[in-house]
Every structure is written in structure tokens, then in C-alpha cells.
């Protein structure tokens, strides 16, 4: 009885919000399973085999921002809008730009192969098979995206599973059964990628007929060239920490870095799904103009995810000795800061989501900017005189300069549309971001006191079951 009144409710559920759980759980599975392979492969790879896939993997967020100037993301789904009638042409034009934009790169890196390989630290072998992934993968996120878009999510759930267990399965397989363990880990990830993007590039191509159509590509060009600045410097302020430890100290301690930032990848899924269920809301809550629900409810999700975050910290020493063999076993030290740098990453959109509200994208990019380069300075200095732990303290303090870029440009933003009432308590946002600084400290000094960890711990994992059934109409919605 109670399965078939579950299964009639979810029949009940409106498309879109369908569309949504299932969209929403796939990335949980996607990077669950990318983080519950992680001790597998810490201990089937030395630090250095896996610092050269971590540096693989960090390049290629980077030079993607070029190649194919991430028209995957806002401009697509402006496209599908405004041509809705021509979505298949529109959709393998898209993939027809992105192949001339990287093709056009990969011209520019075979005029001088080898400035480009000591610049990224990689080999003429990785640089390749990174061209090849950007080439066609782009066809799969242009599909996805138009699939999205529609509200169509059992064949993108179905295609996100393979690639989620086909990737490490393959790579596992690879490493275990070769000598040249980092070059099978890139290569087995990037097969996976590469046939399923192939599969969807001649299906896109298929479907639209149509690689180049100027009005489609000006428009796209035109929409997402400004944005570059903003889509590189999150990328730098994402990546630049562990390419420096690369270039400045070496591929282990990259490595070691790299494992105790991925642990940030759990804590992303819980900022994700509060995210995805609360920026709707403030939305709402902007056009009518009731900022005393997102004062309220501001604080409770803060606090929620500050709980998770402290959480995360108090049990770094277990959580690394599950996830990597000894010879990663400092990265222990890397994970309050980094951890306390999430609680930060979601500050600022509280803050941003302002700015996107009323369109004030510029400032956005500034902010995006500021922290971007205040990143690679600090990185700089401080990597140079105390080594690759420094890398965890420059991202915690270049979030934290990001959140408070936001924050005022979030005020000039509702100066200028004349909101007087505050939109955040800014006194409580400000004495929590402090609680966060000192238990992010007390953490250092607690790591030796199991019990007392497991205590506190416990504590902050009770204060975030019980301001989450308190408040779980902000995150669970009714159909």
C-alpha cells in the first residue's frame, strides 16, 4: 500500500520539479562515485603518479574556458529560448563553434609544443589526448544541456550512470595492469569521455545539419566572450593552488594537496542541494520584496552548512585515513582550512545571487577577478616560504575576500533599486563567519583528543538534523 501511494505521488510530481530530483541526484551519484574511488586509487598510485592526474585534470578545466568558451552553460539555454523552433540546428551549430575553437587552440599549441608543455607541467601526450576530450565532450554537454532544458532526464540519467561507473572501473583496470600508471589513469578517463562524447557529436551533427550558422554563432560569441574573465578566474580561483604546488614544489605534495581539496567534493554535494532548493526562493522572495524571510532563512542555511563544514574538519584524520594510504596522510593538516574555504564558497552566492537577480553580471566578473588574482599572488609568496599547506590558508582567505566583494556590490545593487530594508543580517553572518575562523583553529589543536572530537562532532551533526526538520519546507517542496 504505502509503495503504491509513494509510486502515485511521484507520478503527481510536476515536470519540472521531476526533472530537478533527478538532475540533482545524478550529480550526487556522479560525484559520490568520483569520491568513493579516491582510496582506491591513492593506494594503487604513488603521490606523484596521482599528482600528474590531478594536474592533468586541473589544466583541463582551464584551457576549456578557451576552448570552448563554455557555451554550454547561460548563452545555450538563452538560445533555446530565443530560437526554440530551430533547437537541433542551434544545438549542432553550438558544437560546430566549439570544434573550430579548439581545433584553432590546438593550432596555437603546435607553434611551440614545448613552451606550452613546461608552461602546464604535462607531456606532448597529455596535451593531445586533452584536445581530443575538448574536441567532442562539448557534444555531450550541448545534448544534456538541450535535454535539461526540456525537462527530459531518463536518457541523460541513463548515459551520467555509465560514464560515472565507467570511468574509474576502466581506470582501475588500467592502472592495475600497467608500469605507467598516471599516463592510464588520464588515458583510461579520457577514453570514457571521448566515446561518449564521439557518440553525440554525430548525433548533434545528425540531427542539425548544420556546423556553422553565422547568426547562431555571433549571437553565442557575442553573449559569452565578456564572460570569459569571470569563467577563467573561477577556474583559477579552483585550480591555480594545486598547479602552483606542481610547478613550485612537486607533483607529491600536488598530490597530497589535491586529495585533501577533494574532500571538499562531499561537502559540495550538501551545498549543492541546499543551493538548488534556496536560490529559488530568494527569487521569489526579491520580486515581492519580502527580505525578512531571507534574513531568516539566510541564517538557517549558513548555520546548517557551517555545522556540516565543522563536521567535516573534526574528523579529518579519519576521513583521510580512509581515503589514501599513508604516504597522504598529511594532507590531515590541509583539510580544516580548505573545509572552512566551503563554507565560504557558499557565502558569496548569497550574496551574487543578488547581482544575477537584477543582472548586474559585471560585478560579478570583478569580484571574480579580485579573488582570482589575489589567489595566484598569494600562492606565490606564501607556497614559496611554507610550502604547500600555505595553499589551503590563501584559498580560505581568498573566498573569504570574494564573499566580502559580494557583499558590497550586493549593497550597491539594492541602493540602486532603492531596497532601504537590509536583505542579510549581516551581524549574525559576521559573528558566525568569525565561530567558523576559531573552530577551524580549535580543530588543529583537537586532532590529537579522539574522544573530544567525536563529541563536538556529534554535537554540530545534531545541530544540522535539527535545524533541518525545523526548516525542512525550505528544502523539500510539496508536488
Known sequence: MSHNKLIEKYRKIPAPAKASLWFTLCNVIQKGISFLTMPIFTRIMTTAEYGEYTNYQAWYQIVSVFATLNLYYGVFNNGMTKYPDDKERFTSSMTGLTTVLTVGLFVVYL??????????????????????ELLFVPAFNFWAAKERYDYKYRKIVVVTMIIAFGSPILGVLAVMNTTYK??????????????????????????????????????????????????????????ADRIMIGKMIGKSEQAIYSVAYGIGTLMQIVITAINNSFTPYMYKSIK????????????????????????????GPEIIRVMASESFQDA???IPPVACAIFFKYLYPLFSTVEFYYEKTGFVMIASCIGAVANVILNYIFIGIYGYFAAGYTTLFCYILYSFAHYLFQR???????ITEPMFDMGYIAAFSVFMLAAMTATLFLYPHRIVRYVVCLA???GFVIMFMRNKSLFIKKG
Open 182 to 239: 598516471a599516463e592510464a589513469r588520464v588515458l583510461a578517463y579520457v577514453f570514457v569521455q571521448v566515446c561518449i562524447g564521439l557518440v553525440f557529436y554525430i548525433y548533434n551533427m545528425v540531427k542539425g545539419k548544420k556546423f556553422f550558422i553565422g547568426d547562431y554563432w555571433r549571437f553565442a560569441l557575442l553573449f559569452n566572450i565578456p564572460l570569459i574573465p569571470h569563467y577563467l578566474s573561477s577556474q583559477i580561483l579552483n585550480q
Open 460 to 462: 554540530a551533526a545534531a
Open 288 to 315: 515581492t520584496r519580502e527580505f525578512s524571510g531571507i534574513r531568516k532563512n539566510s541564517k538557517i542555511t549558513l548555520t546548517m552548512v557551517g555545522f556540516a563544514c565543522i563536521g567535516v574538519m573534526l574528523l
Open 412 to 418: 550597491r545593487v539594492a541602493r540602486e533599486h532603492e
Open 332 to 334: 590531515v593538516w590541509i
Open 111 to 132: 607553434i611551440a609544443p614545448s613552451f606550452w608543455n613546461d608552461v602546464m607541467g604535462l607531456s606532448s601526450l597529455y596535451v593531445y589526448a586533452m584536445f581530443i
